[in-house]
């Protein structure tokens, strides 16, 4: 059944979403509304909770408590439905390193319900245009970090999703490469597309996003545009305001003595 929303309808929708792992509380309640194409940078320390919360939002981890709704619907009573809507590239890439390329596209594209003639055209005019075409038959063992980069993003894209979730989406990818990619999220949300955009890459979030959220141990800490957080801190660059908003201004003493121990004989 086809889900139908009125234009000032989130897209998404979490409400005071708590998780712990055993007594580490890793959430500690997270409101957030987010609406048909934007481009959420969402940044925040190592251990911050971002990983989390994207596993939530994709019915990875279902123990939580709080609400999270996606296209209308609450996820944990609509579990399978929204998933055919939604586009992941996670952080590590489980590819299939003895598939060839062909045969591990047409497979996840299959899995999201697009029949095999249309995906493995698909997949090879994508592959094509990352520059890959003649690797098509080949295995992604072969593969440098970059092509399996390309990869994994193609395989998030085959079928048109309208919500995608990418976890440091450029690791490896050419300057040529991360150009066309930023260039593809900005008319993939000028079409309507809703992108959450996780990194630590802060010059790329800074330019590509135009919503940023920072998640702080747990709690978004800042939550708007560029422009938006630059005034409210003023500080210069997004780098800076995330020194700023996670209480940091060490790196110089802490280089100094990482430097001095390496020394050490
Ligand atoms: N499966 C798990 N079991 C126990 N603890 C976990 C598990 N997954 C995450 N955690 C803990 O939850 C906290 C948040 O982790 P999470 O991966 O969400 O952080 P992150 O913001 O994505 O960090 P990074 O920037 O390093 O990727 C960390 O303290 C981590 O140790």
Partial sequence: MAIILSTNQPILSIKNLEKSYGVNQVLNGIDLSVYKGQIIGYIGPNGAGKSTTVKIMLGLEQNYSGQVEIFGSDIANEPVEYKRRVGYVPEVADLYDNLTAHEYLTFIGELYGVDSDSVDQKAQKLMSLF?????????????SKGMKQKTLIISSLLHNPDLLFLDEPIGGLDANSVMVFKEVLAQLAAQGKTIFYSSHIMDVVEKISNRIILLNEGRIVADGSFEELKQKNQEGTLEEIFNQLTGFDEHKDMAEQFVSIVQEM
């Avoid at 003649?134 to 992604?140: K, L, P, Q, T």
């Fill in 131 to 143: 520059g890959l075409e003649d690797v098509y038959h080949s295995r992604i063992s072969s593969f």
